[in-house]
């Protein structure tokens, strides 16, 4: 096998383990209180099915979530924005390791939790449905 192949294997296993442990991470969210984000947000005492995107003014996919998610929150008044940028301790705390993450949150829990860029589809269909 050739170094090139090395590297392209070596490099394929070592994604793999990140996307794994970021996965691992957020799914460690599911469950919590959000108690601990009602300082920055507290509209989360609310009813019924909201989002907090968790996002970075420096991230690529987030310049191009944030408009869809503005839209959406005018819409619904259920999205709730959390530059991570800013709150980095609290980030942390919540098991933040990637952005855009978006938050399912009901009842005062965080019910799942979304990595990367998703569809205004599956974004209405999380708010009009029970969690």
Not at 68 to 97: C, H
Request: proline residues 6%; aromatic residues 6%; charged residues 20%.
């Amino acid at each position: 096998m050739d170094l090139t192949a090395i590297l392209t294997i070596g490099f394929v296993v070592a994604l793999l383990g990140w996307f794994l442990y970021m996965g691992h991470a957020a799914k460690a969210a599911v469950g919590r209180s959000v108690s601990f984000l009602r300082q920055q947000i507290p509209e989360l005492d609310g009813d019924g099915p909201m989002l907090v995107y968790c996002y970075s003014p420096r991230c690529g996919p987030c310049r191009h979530m944030t408009p869809v998610m503005d839209q959406l929150a005018e819409e619904t008044g259920r999205v709730f924005k959390f530059d991570v940028s800013r709150n980095l301790e609290l980030a942390q705390e919540i098991g933040i390791r990637a952005t855009p993450t978006i938050l399912l949150v009901d009842a005062g829990e965080v019910r799942q939790v979304l990595i990367g860029a998703q569809s205004p589809t599956k974004l209405r269909q999380l708010l009009n449905s029970p969690a």
